[in-house]
Each structure stands twice: as structure tokens, then as C-alpha cells.
């Protein structure tokens, strides 16, 4: 490694165009920053819309009775006025709505965005691609087009081995 020359200190430069250095201080008192920082008004907030609303008709898969239920979202919860109950946020954490879930044996619970969310979210992988699962394989059949194990051989074509081709048509 080679040296070009000296480090540099602060005689090199121009004191006019150094960065000053002041002194720190904290505030007197609470009091002091509650008068720079007063609180927001109070206001009564509208209700956010149903239009466009991504949660709707959302099919989600819940906890219920130790095992997992299938339930639809079948539209928010509304207030004794008929409005519908709580407020959007883009955080999820913020977000206060209210819904109505029908499970399949025909209950429906009162559910928070929060939850359908987390349940919307479990049921996907990290790509966005929606996840199924089932118990098992119930009503299969084959018909005689079918080709057994034994008749997935392989065919010499052009050199090359492949299997059989076993689609019909």
C-alpha cells in the first residue's frame, strides 16, 4: 500500500465552510413540548365504504373446535344505524373493520379484518399462490383407455428411449 500524502486536518479547509458544532440541550419541562405539539382535535371519522373492498366474499379457512373450518366473508358488520362498523388503514394493525363470516354449517361469527387477514395470508405460499388442502382421494376410477403400469414401457424413437405416450385422442 502506498501513502500519497499527510491525513488531512481541519487547518486544510476554510473555517467558513465547516460544519459548526453546538451545543446539545433537553427541554425544561413536558409542558414546553405540549405547546409545540398539541393534541389533534377530536373528529368523527365516516366509516370506510364496502366499494372496493378485498375482503369480501373472501373464502377463509378458521380455527373452530380444535380443527380448521371453511368460511366465507359475507359482508361487514353494521352499527344500530345500518352503517357499517370500523375503519380501513393500510396497517393491518390499525385496520378496526368489522365482517360477517358464514362457516359451512350455517353459523356466522363477528370477525375482525386482523384475523381474516391472517388467515388469507396462511393460506398462501411466498408466492401469492393459494394453498389446498384435503383428507383424501374419494370416488376414483379408471376405464379400460387407461394404461396399467405394465404398458408404460419405453419406445425406441429415433434413438432415444421415452415412455409410452398414454394420453387418449
Known sequence: ???LGEPVTEADFDPEYLTPQHEYYLDDTMADAKLR?????????DP???MGDHYLNAEV???????????RVIG????????PMG?????????????????????????TANVIAESMYAMCDEDGYHIY????????RK????????????????????????TKG
Open 76 to 83: 361487514r358488520k353494521r352499527d344500530h344505524e345500518g352503517n
Open 143 to 166: 376405464n379400460d383407455n387407461a394404461m396399467s403400469k405394465n404398458d408404460q414401457s419405453f419406445v425406441d424413437s429415433r434413438g432415444r428411449k421415452q415412455y409410452k405416450r398414454s
Open 87 to 111: 375503519r380501513a388503514d393500510n396497517n393491518p394493525i390499525l385496520d378496526t373493520r368489522q365482517y360477517e363470516v358464514e362457516f359451512e354449517d350455517g353459523d356466522v361469527s363477528e370477525l
Open 37 to 45: 405539539f398539541p393534541d389533534p382535535p377530536p373528529e368523527e371519522l
Open 61 to 71: 379457512m378458521l380455527p373452530r373446535g380444535g380443527t380448521l373450518a371453511r368460511g
Open 48 to 50: 370506510t365504504p364496502e
Open 1 to 3: 500500500m502506498t501513502r
Open 133 to 140: 388442502l384435503f383428507d383424501s382421494i374419494s370416488d376414483h
